[in-house]
């Protein structure tokens, strides 16, 4: 069946450095691929997506590649600020299959210290 | 813009009691989601509708019961409420059960079984 992995947190970083999330996925043919965040005391919000090999989705300075050779979807940014502390989700889904749903990773929490 | 609504946004009850969660989509979407959310459990599916008089068992629907009441509404009952019960909801849509644009998601709702 489908799976999202996601690198375990909680991760803590200061203010302006460079953030990478991990994402790996399994799943057969085609899957679009996700990332969430979740401000605390919200509900999840779509940060990027990206549909198909070697796009690149991006958003408030966030981007992440679809790579079907390594079947990953890693999330980065350059510099992170204060406001990015939340929890952040990756998800995979196959729109032609079915009943499916989407799959979610378990999330990881990210902290930025000032 | 309003989305995903979900009402209420926090709710206290006592073992025994019952309530019902509402959701509301203004999208036009045909699939709609009740999640739960546990501290280091990720989201789990309890019930999911494909589509306007259907819905379906996700992974946890023991002790919940749902109602599509139409394509906008879908409510998620506690016929007993439980401690076990206590976690944050979240209900979502999407065009489809996997959509190519993935789900959107309500705000929450809090809710503490004593």
């Known amino acids: 069946g489908n799976s999202v992995t996601q690198m375990e947190g909680p991760v803590t970083l200061s203010e302006e450095a460079f953030l990478t999330i991990n994402c790996t996925y399994t799943a057969t043919g085609y899957p679009s691929l996700f990332w969430y965040v979740q401000y605390p005391g919200e509900g999840l919000q779509l940060l990027l997506k990206a549909t198909k090999a070697d796009d690149k989705g991006s958003n408030k300075g966030f981007e992440a590649t679809y790579r079907k050779e390594t079947t990953s979807f890693h999330l980065e940014k350059g510099s992170v600020q204060v406001s990015d502390s939340a929890v952040y989700f990756c998800?995979?889904?196959?729109?032609?299959?079915?009943?499916?749903?989407?799959?979610f990773g378990t999330g990881t929490r990210l902290t930025i210290i000032p | 813009n309003a989305g995903v609504t979900q009402t209420p946004k926090f709710q206290v009850l006592k073992t025994g009691q019952s309530m019902t969660l509402q959701c509301a989509q203004d999208m036009n979407h045909n699939s709609m989601y009740w999640y739960r959310q546990d501290p280091g459990m990720g989201l789990r599916l309890i019930y999911y509708s494909a589509s306007e008089g259907t819905t379906d068992k996700g992974e946890v629907p023991n002790g919940y019961n749902v109602s599509r009441l139409n394509k906008r509404e879908f409510s998620l009952r506690l016929e007993s409420a439980a401690p076990s019960q206590t976690s944050v909801y979240f209900c979502a849509s999407s065009e489809a059960i996997a959509g190519r644009y993935g789900y959107t998601f309500g705000s929450g709702t809090r809710l503490t079984v004593v």
């Open positions: 998800a995979l889904a196959r729109p032609n299959f079915g009943n499916e749903k989407l799959t």
